[in-house]
Each structure stands twice: as structure tokens, then as C-alpha cells.
């Protein structure tokens, strides 16, 4: 893993989720620190960083979140915005609060992302992202598996969890990010498979079947 060595401080908005690059997040705003965050990102500008928050702690990962739009701010100060994944950083250390503010920040390093060539082939990936969504029943089908950061809107589709999530994050090689969302695919197909066929004897109990043939 590499990272930029010269470090930024970034108002930091920790929350139960994990913002890709590239991903759009609505948000209600309601809290008073970060009712203030926002307006003071909305009126200079400045980005803010989105580490996971989970199990009790921030993460050490996050990334850097731009604000594109207030849609509306109500009378007691409630905001709905829409904001937007930039960066990968590393979070060297927290300020809660940040001085004269109410809202932390944290000292964060950009992770320099290396978009090499796939060890995975698209056709396999697409293979066991079509078998994960038919054995769900989803209906879903993505169209395009040649896009940037494929890895990380993969990981939103195929039942990451927040950790899992976050481990990818942490990931600066595309071909290592993507490589990580076909083993959990193979993890996860076989389990689901076994889902499908204990519904189909639940279902079958006390019946009787009429079952195919073969020659031998």
C-alpha cells in the first residue's frame, strides 16, 4: 500500500457506512455539529472526510466527500444534501472537536490508487455476479463491468459487510480490490445454492416426488 506522505486535516462526519470514490450519498442532516459542518463546507468549499464507524471505534480508513447540493434546509436548521466519494485517505489522528468548532477532524493521508491490469477476468466476474443475483432473486443485472473503481461498485451490489467494506477501502490495486469481490462471490454462491435446496425439501416434506429419469 502506498499513500501520499503529505498530510491534509479534513472536518471529519463518522457514520455507519462506507462512501466509495465515485459513489452518491443522500444525507439528512440533524445533528447541531454537523448542521455546522456542513454549512461551513457549503460556504468555503472545503471538503469533509466519511470514516466508518464501527464497532465502538472510527476506522482507519475513509474517504473524502464532497458536497454537491443542499436541497433544502428547514426552520430549525435540518438539512437533505447530496454528496459525493473523492478520495481514499488513512486517518492518522482525531481532534473531537475541532477548535472553536462542534463538529472533529482528523489529520488523513491520500491513498495514491493504482489502477492496474485485472488478474480477474471480466467474464468470470460477470458469471459469478449473474449466478449471486439469479439465486437471490433480485432481477438484477448490470450492464457495463468496464467502468472505474468496478471493484468498489461491485462491493455495494454483492453483500459486502461494513468490515469487508472497509478492507477494501484500505486496498490501493484495483486487481487485488476486484480479486477480493470474486472470493467472496465463490464464498457466497455455494452457501446460497444450499439456501435454495433446504427451501426446496422444506417446501417437498411429506410429498410425493416426481423426480427425472436417466439411462444408464
Same mark, same amino acid.
Request: aromatic share 10%; no cysteine.
Given at each position: 500500500m502506498s499513500d501520499k506522505t503529505e498530510s491534509t486535516f479534513l472536518?471529519?462526519?463518522?457514520?455507519?457506512?462506507?462512501?466509495?470514490?465515485g459513489e452518491k450519498l443522500k444525507l439528512h442532516i440533524f445533528e447541531p455539529r454537523y448542521k455546522q459542518l456542513i454549512q461551513d463546507c457549503s460556504a468555503t468549499g472545503q471538503s469533509f472526510g466519511v470514516p466508518a464507524f464501527m464497532k465502538g471505534k472510527i476506522?482507519?480508513?475513509?474517504?473524502?466527500?464532497?458536497?454537491? &447540493?443542499?436541497?433544502?434546509?428547514?426552520?430549525?436548521g435540518e438539512m437533505d444534501i447530496l454528496t459525493e466519494g @473523492?478520495?481514499?485517505? @488513512?486517518?492518522? +489522528?482525531?481532534?473531537?472537536?475541532?477548535?472553536? =468548532?462542534?463538529?472533529?477532524?482528523?489529520?488523513?493521508?491520500?491513498?495514491e490508487d493504482e489502477m492496474d491490469v485485472p488478474e480477474v477476468?471480466?467474464?468470470?466476474? =460477470? =458469471?459469478?455476479f449473474d449466478d449471486f +443475483?439469479?439465486?437471490?432473486?433480485?432481477?438484477?443485472r448490470r450492464k457495463n463491468f468496464n467502468v472505474r473503481h468496478l471493484s468498489f461498485q461491485l462491493a455495494q451490489e454483492v453483500g459486502f459487510t461494513l468490515e469487508q467494506k472497509?478492507?477494501?477501502?484500505?486496498? &490501493? =490495486?484495483?486487481?487485488e480490490r476486484? @480479486?477480493?469481490?470474486?472470493? +467472496?462471490? @465463490?464464498r457466497a454462491i455455494p452457501v446460497l445454492e444450499a439456501a435454495q435446496e433446504a427451501k426446496y425439501r422444506t417446501r417437498k416434506n411429506g410429498k410425493f416426488l416426481r423426480l427425472e429419469?436417466?439411462?444408464l
Open positions: 472536518p471529519l462526519f463518522p457514520l455507519q457506512t462506507v462512501v466509495f470514490p476506522s482507519d480508513y475513509g474517504t473524502e466527500v464532497a458536497l454537491l &447540493t443542499i436541497f433544502a434546509v428547514d426552520e430549525n @473523492r478520495r481514499v485517505f @488513512r486517518l492518522l +489522528h482525531v481532534v473531537n472537536p475541532v477548535p472553536d =468548532k462542534l463538529y472533529p477532524g482528523g489529520e488523513v493521508v491520500f491513498l477476468s471480466t467474464e468470470e466476474l =460477470k =458469471k459469478a +443475483h439469479a439465486l437471490l432473486q433480485t432481477g438484477y472497509v478492507e477494501l477501502l484500505a486496498v &490501493t =490495486k484495483e486487481s476486484l @480479486r477480493m469481490v470474486l472470493q +467472496h462471490l @465463490r429419469t436417466f439411462d
